[in-house]
């Protein structure tokens, strides 16, 4: 038997003899040498199993379990391991950029020689040399030129590699200025009740947002004042400021402020 798998994951062989009560394992052997438990290799009680933790290229070879029968007749059962390097894909890291600038992304690979870049992708799109983008020949590095607010979001590298295809992403993301969508509307109120003020903006990053009181921050202190962020659309978010109870003392200009961090 041969079995193949890649590096860092644990395999576990099972001495295949034939059925026999009265069978007694002695020990295993790699490639002819005995083998001693340690602590990545290790025996079953009955030492019919041999446990292999956090493989490693250098464990391939071949295993060999020894065993006497009842009858007293000694038995071997081969099994050939052969472990693949890990194979690794590593890219620029996410990266955070302007309207009109160019975001270049560049990947290389540790584990596995055979390894070749196949392509680019965006969502289901298959990305092309133009204008927009620049992918180098050997599909390494891509370059997305005079960024737009469309341009963000993920991009997927596509390797094939001896054990098959791989993927990698990595995100782009398009600063866009906080705005006020909707400001907060005038609110009369009695006193006793409770006031609610609603205030919509945008930007990407998700921007900071706090609600102002005469121009000074709302204060949370008494455990009257609530905050809530809903989701509008993907891009929008809505905060609505609640105060129970109110009193004289809560009059005043309430305004929403956003702002890229």
């Known amino acids: ?41 290790s025996y079953s009680s009955d030492r019919s199993k041999l446990t292999i933790y956090d493989v490693d290229v250098i464990d391939s070879g071949i295993y060999t379990c020894v065993a006497t029968l009842s009858s007293g007749v000694v038995v071997t059962n081969s099994t050939s391991l052969t472990v693949r390097p890990a194979i690794s894909i590593i890219c620029t890291e996410d990266q955070f950029t302007e309207v009109g600038n160019t975001v270049s992304i560049a990947c290389t690979t540790k584990g596995d020689p055979s390894t070749k870049f196949k392509s680019w992708m965006r969502g289901s799109q298959v990305l092309q040399n133009g204008n927009k983008y620049r992918i180098s020949s050997d599909f390494s590095t891509i370059e997305i030129r005079n960024i737009e607010p469309g341009d963000g979001g993920t991009y997927l590298i596509i390797v094939d590699t001896s054990i098959g295809t791989k993927h990698h992403s990595s995100t782009v993301t398009v600063i866009i200025d906080a705005k006020i969508e909707e400001s907060p509307k005038p609110l009369t109120v009695a006193t006793g009740s409770d006031a609610y003020f609603s205030c919509r903006y945008s930007g990407t990053p998700i921007p900071y947002f706090i609600w102002l009181k005469n121009n000074k921050s709302v204060s949370r202190e008494d455990g009257r004042v609530e905050v809530e962020v809903r989701d509008v659309s993907k891009d929008v978010k809505k905060s609505v400021l609640m105060i129970r109870r109110v009193t004289k003392a809560d009059a005043g200009k309430y305004t929403g402020s956003a702002y890229n961090v």
Not at 11 to 33: H, N, S, V
């Open 1 to 41: 038997e041969t079995v193949y798998m890649s590096e860092s994951y644990m395999e576990r062989l099972r001495c295949d003899i034939p059925k026999d009560p009265g069978a007694k394992f002695t020990y295993w052997k790699k490639d002819g040498q005995q083998i001693i438990a340690s602590d990545r290799k």
